[in-house]
Structure formats: C-alpha cells, structure tokens
C-alpha cells in the first residue's frame, strides 16, 4: 500500500513540475505571439477570449479573465486602437455596448499563420495517443482550466464577492 502511495506521490509530484514547465513555455510562446501582433500579453490573451466567446460585455469579458473592470477597459480600448476589436451596440438592448472581433480577412491570415506550426506539432503529439487516453487529457485539461480560473478568482478577490 506504501509502494503505491509512493508512486502516486511521485506521480503527483512530477505532474505538478511538469505543469510548471508547460505553463512557463506556453507564457513565453504567447509573449512572442503577443510581440508579433504588436500587443501586451494580457490584451493578446484577453482577445483570444474575445475570439471564442465573443461578442461580450467588458464586465463579461472582466469575469471570464479576472481582470477588474477597469483594467478591462484599458485593454478593450488598446485592442479598439489597433484594430482588433471594436464596440457595438447590442441591437436587443441598445444600452448595452459590446466588444466583438473587427480583424480584416489579411489580418485574420497573419494571426492565424502564428499558429499553424503549433498546431500541426499538437497533431504530431496527438497522434501518440488512443482515443481513450486523449479523452482522459481532454478531462484533466478541462479540470485544469476550472480549476486555474478559481485560483485566479480568488487572487483578484473576486471570489468572493
């Protein structure tokens, strides 16, 4: 029982270093992302979110990054000036303003080109696994991004409002 506690734990514990390596060379890719398309790395990041979820409220857009409104609104403004997003006006409810993707189809091609050797390395590793495994990876990622959003939560306090 010890024997298997043991190998768990070390496990656990390479899990843990291996997710640090992962997050750090992820942060690094996307800053050299983020410089490519002249942005910070925070409005490169929140404008990713924009792009899957949008259009959305800036306090929606402050909920899903937890960011505080205010910070929000210097990134929205940033994207606005450099043409990656613009606001509208809701047209159920026009006193709402949302901010949606404004990329033109040449500025689409050039973000998306950033991506394209990543995504076909993510295929090359992808093709190491069976369907079965990648579903459990597919479980622990979606965990993971549950459970980075809490923590995240609860280091701008927002948690607990």
């Keep these: 029982m010890s024997r298997t506690r043991s190998k768990r734990s070390e496990l656990i514990a390479a899990l843990g270093m291996a ?3 992962l997050s750090a ?3 690094m890719f996307h800053t050299a992302v983020a410089e490519r ?4 790395l925070t409005d490169h990041k929140a404008f990713d979110f924009i792009l899957r979820h949008g259009p959305v409220t ?15 609104t210097g990134v929205i403004d940033r994207l606005e000036k450099t043409g990656y997003v613009e606001r509208v006006r ?31 390395s993510v295929d090359k590793v992808s093709a190491n696994y069976s369907d079965s495994e990648l579903s459990v990876i597919l479980d622990f990622m979606r965990r993971s991004v549950e459970m980075m959003h809490a923590e995240t939560m609860k280091l701008t306090g927002e948690a607990e409002k």
Excluded at 90 to 108: C, F, G, I, Q, W
């Design 19 to 21: 997710g640090r390596e």
């Design 25 to 27: 060379h992820t942060v």
């Design 37 to 40: 398309m002249r942005l910070g």
């Design 90 to 120: 809701d047209s159920a409810d026009r006193r709402k303003v949302l901010v949606r993707p404004a990329l033109t189809p040449a500025r689409e091609r050039q973000c998306c080109q950033l991506f394209d050797s990543l995504g076909k």
């Design 58 to 72: 800036a306090g929606q857009l402050a909920e899903i990054t937890g960011l505080t409104t205010g910070a929000v």
